[in-house]
């Protein structure tokens, strides 16, 4: 089955243009012309992902993006922006979108994000969870629904995008958040570098790059505790694993 996008763009040639494209790259798509048809779309037949103008007359992108999100809708969000100033891009994001392109932009931009955006959500594949070239199942304490996930001690509010290791809040920037959230989903999967930055970059950074060791670093700072397991360990030369013990 392809998967499904809602387009939300008021500019006819741009959203009939970009709605071709997307149905030449195989995805199912879905076209609307303001904010106001793209809430009812959306509940009426909820996309794999929404693509959405930010300038539309009546219900912008953002206050599409702010009421989906107060509804805990997770689907993945895609905005278009003429916008460039850094506190518009802030805006979005704030509003709860995953990701933007800056208008004018190339299509194939547009299609890497998606896919990004897409893999975010997707199951991890098997191939991907391996220790020592051995595959490992998911632990069976894995608790996950649409609101939380739940695992090794660890809490997570996905519409709220709150954490929690036991009963201590954890305070964590916006890639802390997915990060965590990706090993928790994955809890007793080893997922290799190269899957985690596809999941929560969008790319790999080549094997020079130290981000994600940096990242992982700073979720252990605020995970770890006096007297208590380590949560996230380091597979040498694999990747990471969270689990207890």
């Known amino acids: 089955m392809p998967q499904t996008v809602l387009l939300a763009e008021d500019d006819r040639a741009i959203r009939h243009a970009l709605e071709r494209a997307l149905t030449l790259e195989g995805y ?37 993006c702010r009421v989906l999100r107060a509804e805990g809708n997770r689907t993945p969000i895609l905005m278009l922006t003429a916008l460039v100033e850094t506190a518009d891009r802030i805006a979005g994001l704030d509003a709860g979108a995953d990701d933007y392109v ?36 998911p632990r069976a304490d894995v608790q996950i629904s649409d609101r939380q ?28 958040f997915e990060l965590l959230e990706l090993l928790v989903r994955n809890a007793g999967i080893v997922l290799d570098h190269s899957t985690i930055y596809d ?23 605020k995970l770890d505790e006096p007297g ?18």
């Open 28 to 64: 199912a798509v879905t076209a609307v012309a303001d904010g106001v048809e793209a809430l009812a779309q959306a509940h009426k037949t909820p996309p794999d992902v929404l693509v959405l103008d930010v300038m539309m007359p009546g219900i912008d992108g953002l206050q599409v």
């Open 102 to 137: 800056v208008k004018p932009f190339d299509v194939e931009e547009v299609f890497a994000r998606l896919r990004a955006l897409l893999r975010r959500t997707s199951p991890v594949p098997a191939a991907a969870a391996t220790s020592g070239g051995a595959s490992e199942s």
């Open 199 to 221: 999941r929560i970059w969008g790319y790999d950074f080549g094997p020079g790059s130290k981000n994600l060791a940096v990242y992982v670093g700073y979720l252990r700072r």
């Open 149 to 176: 996930v739940e695992a090794a001690g660890i809490r997570m509010d996905l519409q709220a995008r709150r954490a929690w290791r036991g009963k201590r809040e954890l305070e964590l920037t916006r890639t802390e």
């Open 228 to 245: 208590a397991p380590q949560l996230i360990h380091t597979v040498r030369g694999v990747g990471y694993v969270l689990r207890e013990d």
